[in-house]
Antibody, heavy 117, light 110 residues
Framework: EVQLVESGGGLVQPGGSLRLSCAAS????????MSWVRQAPGKGLEWVAN????????YYVDSVKGRFTISRDNAKNSVYLQMNSLRAEDTAVYYC??????????WGQGTLVTVSS | QSALTQPASVSGSPGQSITISCTGT?????????VSWYQQHPGKAPKLMIY???KRPSGVSNRFSGSKSGNTASLAISGLQAEDEADYYC??????????FGGGTKLTVL
């Protein structure tokens, strides 16, 4: 059974930083692109970033470019999202998902990030 | 990177069929057969229902089908059931490694 487990969410002040982690099991992690997708409270899904199997390619939605960095460690079957200069509009549940280009066939349960003073 | 356009809501009675549209542009939906659809129940993670426009993952009912014409993709659900009531999102590859979702459609089963 595939499991994706996110962690690292929480309450942070505007301008602050947070690092999300996603631990994968039950799949050949190094064979998958991975993505982060977020959902603001009561709103729709928004793709945030993705990363190629070997980490050589990374792409971002315009609104997070220069502030967020996606990375991965295939030895630890994990993908990360470093979020800097956080804004109120970054408040959302952040999901990690395996990315088949794009078909997100496995999702985590999500981790809530709240940006507020 | 503008969101794809979906109707905010659709409804139907049990046993009926409904269709949800997803309109993009020639830079996303119109250029790639990489459209997928997701079902999301309240408080739950999304679930893949359709990928590559019209393919169904194993385990998804054949009551769900997808299609595309030009810049518009569609999700059809036949034989509506109470458990189909959920939010539905379309998604498309948008070039240069990026992805765009639709705004979501709330399906109500009357």
């Amino acid at each position: 059974e595939v499991q994706l487990v996110e962690s690292g969410g929480g309450l942070v002040q505007p301008g602050g930083s947070l690092r999300l982690s996603c631990a994968a099991s039950g799949l050949t992690f190094s064979s998958y692109w991975m993505s982060w997708v977020r959902q603001a409270p009561g709103k729709g899904l928004e793709w945030v970033a993705n990363i190629k199997q070997d980490g050589s390619e990374k792409y971002y939605v315009d609104s997070v470019k220069g502030r967020f960095t996606i990375s991965r460690d295939n030895a630890k079957n994990s993908v990360y999202l470093q979020m800097n200069s956080l804004r109120a509009e970054d408040t959302a549940v952040y999901y990690c998902a395996s990315d088949g280009g794009p078909l997100f066939d496995n999702w985590g349960q999500g981790t809530l990030v709240t940006v507020s003073s | 990177q503008s969101a794809l356009t979906q109707p905010a809501s659709v409804s139907g009675s049990p046993g009926q069929s409904i269709t949800i549209s997803c309109t993009g542009t020639s830079s996303d939906v119109g250029s790639y057969n990489r459209v997928s659809w997701y079902q999301q129940h309240p408080g739950k993670a999304p679930k893949l229902m359709i990928y590559e426009v019209s393919k169904r993952p194993s385990g998804v009912s054949n009551r769900f089908s997808g299609s595309k014409s030009g810049n518009t993709a569609s999700l059809a659900i036949s034989g509506l059931q109470a458990e189909d009531e959920a939010d539905y999102y379309c998604c498309s590859y948008a070039g240069s490694g990026t992805v765009v979702f639709g705004g979501g459609t709330k399906l109500t089963v009357l």
